[in-house]
Nanobody, 114 residues
Framework: QVQLVESGGGLVQAGGSLRLSCVAA????????MAWYRQAPGKERELVAS???????SYADSAKGRFTISRDNAKKMVYLQMNSLKPEDTAVYYC????????WGQGTQVTVSS
């Protein structure tokens, strides 16, 4: 059973930055494409960014140019650096595999005030 634990969220003003972290107790972490997702109140969960085991990244249009996903395979960690935050980025952020989802963690709340 893969365990995912996200952290690093908080309350920040528009234009500010946050760095989210996720530790994944994933046996095959090095070869697993990982991703960050978010779910705003009343909306469906959406993909924000993904990263392959070798470091290739992909971003949703809303994240391009502002967010950076990275990983540390030795520590089994995935990160999301978020800059130039906007109120519309307010959501609970989750990490998970890009496909064949593991059980979702509790997520970390990001709130951006205007």
């Amino acid at each position: 059973q893969v365990q995912l634990v996200e952290s690093g969220g908080g309350l920040v003003q528009a234009g500010g930055s946050l760095r989210l972290s996720c530790v994944a107790a994933e046996i095959f972490f090095r070869v697993t494409t990982m991703a960050w997702y978010r779910q705003a109140p009343g909306k469906e969960r959406e993909l924000v960014a993904s990263i392959t085991g070798s470091g290739e990244t992909s971003y949703a249009d809303s994240a391009k140019g502002r967010f950076t996903i990275s990983r540390d395979n030795a520590k089994k960690m995935v990160y999301l650096q978020m800059n130039s935050l906007k109120p519309e980025d307010t959501a609970v952020y989750y990490c998970n595999r890009r496909s064949s989802f593991a059980s979702w963690g509790q997520g970390t709340q990001v709130t951006v005030s205007s």
